[in-house]
């Protein structure tokens, strides 16, 4: 009786624990795939975030420059104001027809500039839905592979698992059959 137990021992060291070891194995693949799926979703949205930050530097650099430019127009206005200002009517009427015609260009200026903003405002817009189109679908892509690959470890690990419970079902038939063929038998 002590042997046969031993023999059994034996029989479930000698099967189970590889086959136990083969998932181990295979869980610890799986944990790299994963691992690597994290990284390219993080070097991604580096990559997203890098993009962003390169196209916001870029637009306040644009609006930096044209406010400066604009601040100084209005300071060049300004003093052609003040040095005019004790001058005769007629003076006064020709400083009031060239402050018509800067309010039109800055007029225009500001209509140029509003434009230039929604043109840039539109190329991002579009970057983004782009960039993030992109990434939705190297996302999904990633995720349906990953998925596949789950699918397949868990119906291989379901098929070991199913042959595993036969044989054992019929180690253990074997065995009380032999422990019932013991008990009858003289001691």
């Known amino acids: 009786m002590r042997a046969m137990i031993e023999q059994i021992k034996k029989l479930l060291q000698d099967f189970v624990a590889p086959q136990l070891e083969a998932i181990r194995g295979d ?24 993009r962003i930050a390169a196209l916001e530097l870029l637009f306040n650099t644009k609006l930096t420059a044209l406010e400066q430019k604009l601040d100084v127009e209005t300071a060049a206005i300004k003093e052609i104001i003040k040095s005019r200002s004790d001058l005769t009517d007629q003076r006064i009427t020709n400083v009031e027809d060239k402050l018509s015609q800067t309010n039109a260009l800055i007029e225009a200026f500001r209509r140029e500039l509003a434009a230039e903003i929604r043109r840039v405002e539109e190329t991002l817009s579009a970057d983004f839905v782009r960039m993030e189109s992109g990434v939705d679908t190297r996302l ?3 995720r349906g592979d990953v998925d596949t690959r789950l699918a397949a470890i868990k119906s291989d690990v379901d098929n070991r698992l199913t042959v595993m419970a ?3 079902d019929f180690i253990r038939r074997e065995v009380l059959a032999e422990i019932k063929v013991a008990k009858h038998q003289p001691a």
Request: net charge neutral; glycine share 0%; charged share 25%.
């Open 27 to 50: 869980i610890k693949a799986l944990t790299v795939e994963v691992a690597a799926v994290r990284s390219e979703v993080a070097a991604l949205r580096q990559l997203t975030d890098t």
């Open 140 to 142: 999904a892509a990633i």
């Open 166 to 168: 036969e044989k054992l």
